[in-house]
C-alpha cells in the first residue's frame, strides 16, 4: 500500500541541522500520522508521498517548507512580572492569545525586568535533513478521518468501547 491521502503511515527516522541530530524517533515506537491531515511539516510530507512499507529515503526540507523563515518580529520583549516563576534562558513557555490560541516561546534573555522571548518556532530558518524509514502504511479508521489525526494504540480506548 502506498502512502496517500488519508492513509496513516508509521516512519522512523532521524533528524539532522547542519549534520548535528537534534531529534528521532525512538527504536520500536515509530511516528505514526495521518497523511495529508497537515500533521507533520509540509515537506516531509510531501516527500513521503508515493513511498510503501519497507522503503528508506533521505529528505531534504527547506525552511519555507518545513518551520519557516525566522521571523524577527517575533522576539519581544515581556515584562519580568508576568512570569509566576524563576526565568530560565533556553526554557520554553506557552502564551494565550487574545484569540484563545496557545503559543509557545522560548527565553532568550534577562536582563532587570525585561524578558526577551522568541516565538519564533526553534527550528525556522533552518535546513532539515530526514533519514527516513517507512514501517507501515494503513488505511485510516473514520474515528481517526472526523479526529483528523491517527490514533495510536491505547488513544481514545475510553472512548471506543460502547
Not at 5 to 14: C, G, L, P, S
Not at 67 to 89: H, S
Not at 135 to 145: G, I, N, Q, Y
Amino acid at each position: 500500500m502506498k502512502i496517500a491521502q488519508d492513509k496513516v503511515v508509521e516512519i522512523e527516522y532521524v533528524l539532522k541541522v547542519d549534520g548535528e541530530i537534534v531529534d528521532q524517533s525512538e527504536v520500536g515506537d515509530p511516528l505514526v500520522y495521518l497523511h495529508g491531515h497537515n500533521n507533520i511539516i509540509p515537506g516531509l510530507e510531501t516527500a513521503l508521498e508515493g513511498h510503501e512499507a519497507g522503503d528508506t529515503l533521505s529528505v531534504t526540507v527547506s525552511p519555507e517548507d518545513g518551520y519557516g523563515e525566522r521571523d524577527d518580529e517575533n522576539v519581544q520583549v515581556l515584562p519580568r512580572a508576568d512570569f509566576d516563576d524563576d526565568v530560565e534562558i533556553g526554557a520554553s513557555y506557552f502564551a494565550q492569545a487574545e484569540d484563545g490560541s496557545v503559543n509557545p516561546f522560548t527565553v532568550v534573555s534577562v536582563s532587570g525586568d525585561d524578558v526577551t522571548v522568541d516565538f519564533n518556532p526553534p527550528l525556522a530558518g533552518q535546513t532539515l535533513n530526514f533519514d527516513v524509514t517507512v514501517k507501515d502504511v494503513r488505511d485510516a479508521t473514520a474515528e481517526e478521518l472526523e479526529h483528523g489525526h491517527a490514533h495510536g494504540e491505547g488513544m481514545h480506548d475510553d472512548e471506543d468501547e460502547e
